[in-house]
């Protein structure tokens, strides 16, 4: 059970070589580019290790333990994506490793906005819809009622 968002990063990135002791920027070789990174982050649920249990007093309850949701994948549109101006320098030229790493925190950056923007919850909302409407289809509507609970992220 899972839930995704689309996001587009677009930003600015700006170098120029220091000087032997760090101190300040070196004239005249400043570099920059501007690039977008868009893709589509997908959280879920491992209903693979889901536990369920009768309640001993009501019967018509059912106990339902999950893992927490987490991100399942995080892929980019390289269709999109993209250098979109660059201002290279002679003295101090952009590189493939400039945009990796650039991109690296892309990855990073849109995971944490992702958790932040509510994925995660809403993975867990979709989850426990999708379980209750199996219940219901499989069993005379409202016979089970489901009680969810989640594991502690570090009990696994």
């Known amino acids: ?25 070196v004239p005249f070789t400043e570099k920059s580019f501007w690039y977008r990174y868009t893709g589509t ?13 009768q309640d001993e007093t009501d019967t018509s309850l059912l106990h339902v333990t999950l893992d927490q949701p987490y991100i399942i994948s995080n892929t980019p549109d390289m ?27 892309c990855v990073e ?12 919850d809403e993975a867990k909302t979709n989850a426990e819809s999708q379980l209750t409407q199996i219940f219901n289809a499989a069993f005379e509507k409202d016979t089970y009622r489901l009680d969810f609970t989640y594991r502690d992220a570090g009990s696994e």
């Open 79 to 105: 269709d999109k994506s993209g250098v979109l101006e660059e201002n290279n320098n002679i003295f101090n030229p952009i590189t493939v490793e400039d945009s990796g790493t650039f991109r690296r925190q």
């Open 41 to 53: 982050i997908k959280a879920g649920v491992d209903l693979s290790t889901a536990e369920f249990e």
């Open 109 to 120: 950056r849109s995971e944490e906005e992702a958790v932040a923007g509510g994925l995660l």
């Open 1 to 25: 059970m899972s839930a995704s968002q689309d996001y587009s990063i677009v930003d600015k990135v700006t170098d120029s070589n220091r000087d032997f002791l760090d101190l300040f920027d």
